[in-house]
Each structure stands twice: as C-alpha cells, then as structure tokens.
C-alpha cells in the first residue's frame, strides 16, 4: 500500500495530472484518444472533480463546455462532437441531430451536478459564486429535462431510452429488454473500439446492432421525448440513473439555497418526494436489491449489479432493504479480491472482463463510497478506497478493472479513473476520503 506522503504516492498523483492535460482539448477533456475522441458527458462530472484538485478555473470549465452542449428543450447530450474523428463510431453523421455542435441524441447520468456543488464548497471567491450562479439554471432545466421527458408518467423512476445513457452499457440488467430492440434494418457497419481494446472487453456485435437500431429509431422519430416516452422499442427504469438523478437534486437543491433560488427549491422537493416514492418500483425482495424496470413488459431485471448499491449515494433511508443490500456487498466483495464487480459474480453472466458484465470501474466506487461513508459503514467505504488505489498501482489508470485479478481492462491512461485518484484515493487527498 502506498503511504501518505510518500514519492510513490506523489509518482501516481503526477500521472494522474499528467493524463487529465494529455486528455485536455483545451477547455474540454476527453475520455481516451483514440477509443473515445469527444467529450463524453458523466466522465466530465468525474474530470472536473480531478482538475478542481490543482486547477479550480479548468474545473469550472470543463463543467461550462459540457453544458453549452444543451439543448433547447434541456436535455445535456451524453457525447459532444467537436469534430469529425473517423476512430469513432457512431461518430455525428449517424446521429443526425441538427445541433451546434453536434451532439448525440441521448443524456447520462447527471454527475455533473454534484461536480458543480462540491466546486462551489471548494471555491467561494465571488468569481466562483458567479459561476455556479450561471450554471445553476442550465442544470435545473436538465433536471426538469429528466423528470418530465424521461418520467412522463410521474413514476418516480427514471426511464433509459438506450443503454448508453444510463452509461452502463452492455449490463445485463438490459438483456430482456434488449432482445426485443428489432435489428433488420441496421445495415453493414465498422465498429472502431476494437481496433483499440481487445474484443473480449467489449460489448458483443448483437449488442452494437441493437445499439445502432434505437439510434435509428431517435434519428427517425426527429429525437422527439415524447414519441421516444410513447414508442421506443427499449424503455427501462434504471436504478443507476435514477439514484444518481436523486442525489444530484439534492444537491442541485443545495445550490439552490445557496444561490437564493426559492422557487427551485420546491420544484427540487417535489421531484426528491416523488423519487423517494418511486423508487421503491425498483425493489427486487426476492434479490434484496434495487433493479431495472422495463417499463414495456414490467419485469424487473434479475441481477445485482453495482448501481444496485447506489442506493446509499441517494440517501434512501429504508433500514430493512439497507440491511439486505448490506449483506449482499459483503457476500459479493468476498467473492472478488477487488470491489465492486458490475455484476454478482454469483450470476450466471458474471464475465470479469467484458465491460459492465462483471468488471470494477473506479467511478462507481467512488460514489458507492460516498453513499457508504454517509450512512456509516466506513468499513466499506475504506475497503473500496483502498481496493481502488491497490488497482491503480498494480495496473495504472485504465478504464476499468477484472475484479478477481486486477488486470487493467478497456482503455488505458484514461481521465476519469486518474480523476478518481486525485480527489478520492490518492493518499494526500483527505476532503472526499473515506
């Protein structure tokens, strides 16, 4: 283990600096050259957290970049096309949205709210008022944007159009739904990603092909939310998004005191009412854990993934489901030697390096920890700390990890991982260690 102070630990905060500027396209960051050339929209929530450790002013502005991507009708693309790079597919002209820049016809999970308070709690210079106060109302019409164009029903669960916006690709908590996504008219393409990472990493082909039909379906249907909400062949209530999706309202409703928006507090309260209600759609009891709802068939998914424990991130507060999930994450991280796998190992799917079929990413740690350090098992919280850090000094800063071995998984050098070490593992970071 690297010890606080030491030059190893120093070595890895060097690194990790190194790779957010080497990803830094001036005023936007990217995930990785070459796998993923654009600015991706949640992995930017994580990179202004790791620049807010030694550059507030790029912190701020990596959050600014991202959301002057909006849209007019709010929604916050999950990819920014800032030009046309042939490694990546499906690069602007599959998505066809009539955006400048162009965009992706999706979102993703809103981590870029919870980036923005905690630069507000780390900088409270006038300069750094002002910029909150500008970002505030492009972040509660993204709000709005989720509760009303992805949870038209008023359910209290957030709907997913496409796996990739609840950013967890290929989970197996899509398989049912997926199945029924019709691929008849995709067509030949070339995927680029496995031309940079082993195919054995990455989704399969049957995946893409659904993944490029409901890109069919938005284009088709003029990126509509509400033909989207009426129509799409893939609806699914995501506990990942959803969780996420409440903690960012309280702490957009932070901001909100903060900046004097009292109008926008009630608005936040109602929507953290109805969550709070609704959420409890999403309780498997036979698994004792929150999974995915496909809202077309009303199944509920049969895996416990690791957007399952994101349950404490949202500060749901239910004591008997708490002490089940409890249980089942200590079950889990006694069956891997490094938290937390994206699937059960248990699970008949469980593959330990194929993307979020079983692998360890540093992000979902950082915010399972979180959620785990405010309900008070640090016992846990610390173990994924220190799990996180171990993977980092066995195998660098790569996208994600095999949970058993350790062994770098997907894309290397990569932001949102060497974000992570820098505001939560790295031995000299204490103000969001738990």
């Known amino acids: 283990m690297v010890s606080n102070g030491s030059g190893a630990s120093r070595d890895f905060d060097d690194q990790a600096v190194e790779i957010l500027r080497q990803n830094d396209l001036g005023g936007f960051t990217i995930p990785r050259h070459g796998l993923y050339p654009y600015q991706w929209n949640w992995d930017s929530g994580f990179v202004a957290l790791g620049f807010a450790t030694f550059d507030t002013d790029r912190a701020w502005r990596e959050l600014e970049t991202l959301l002057e991507a909006q849209w007019p009708n709010g929604m916050v693309p999950h990819i920014v096309f800032r030009a046309n790079d042939p490694d990546y597919f499906p690069g602007p002209d599959v998505w066809g949205v009539s955006v400048d820049p162009p965009t992706s016809g999706y979102s993703q999970p809103p981590v870029a709210t919870s980036a923005a308070r905690r630069l507000a709690e780390l900088d409270q210079s006038t300069a750094g008022r002002d910029r909150a ?47 029924a996504v019709d691929t008849s008219g995709v067509g030949e393409y070339q995927r680029r990603d496995t031309e940079h990472v082993d195919p054995e990493m ?91 709802l496909d809202l077309r068939s009303g199944k509920l998914a049969d895996g416990l993934t690791n957007a399952s424990f994101l349950a404490f991130y949202a500060g749901l507060n239910h004591r008997d489901r708490n002490d089940r999930l409890i249980a089942n994450l200590r079950r889990v991280l006694g069956e891997v030697r490094f938290g937390v796998p994206s699937l059960d190992p248990a699970h008949s799917k469980f593959d330990p390096l194929r993307y979020w079929r079983g692998p360890t990413w540093a992000v979902m740690n950082f915010l399972l920890a979180q959620g785990l350090r405010d309900t008070g098992y640090e016992d846990l919280a ?51 260690a738990a």
Request: proline share 6%; with cysteine.
């Open 382 to 432: 610390t173990r994924l700390r220190d799990d996180t850090r171990e993977l980092v000094k066995i195998s660098g800063f790569n996208e994600y990890y095999c949970p058993l071995t350790g062994r770098g998984c997907g894309g290397a050098d990569f932001s949102w991982t060497a974000a992570i070490w820098l505001t939560w593992v790295s031995p000299s970071q204490t103000s969001l």
């Open 202 to 292: 990455r989704p399969k082909k049957h995946d893409y092909d659904r993944y490029l039909a409901l890109i069919q379906f938005g284009r088709e249907n003029g990126w509509d939310p509400a033909k989207t909400a009426q129509s799409s062949p893939f609806w699914v209530a995501d506990p990942g998004t959803t969780m996420i999706l409440i903690r960012a309202d309280r702490d957009l409703r932070w901001l909100a005191d903060l900046l004097g928006e009292d109008d926008a507090v009630r608005e936040i309260d109602a929507w953290i009412e109805r969550a709070e209600d609704g959420v409890q759609r999403l309780w498997n009891e036979e698994l004792g854990a929150y999974c995915a």
């Open 133 to 179: 106060r500008a970002l505030f109302p492009k972040l509660l019409r993204w709000h709005r944007w989720f509760h009303e164009a992805r949870d038209p029903q008023s359910l209290g669960v957030i709907a997913t159009a496409h796996p990739w916006e609840g950013g967890r690709d290929n989970s197996p908590d899509w398989d049912g739904p997926m199945a």
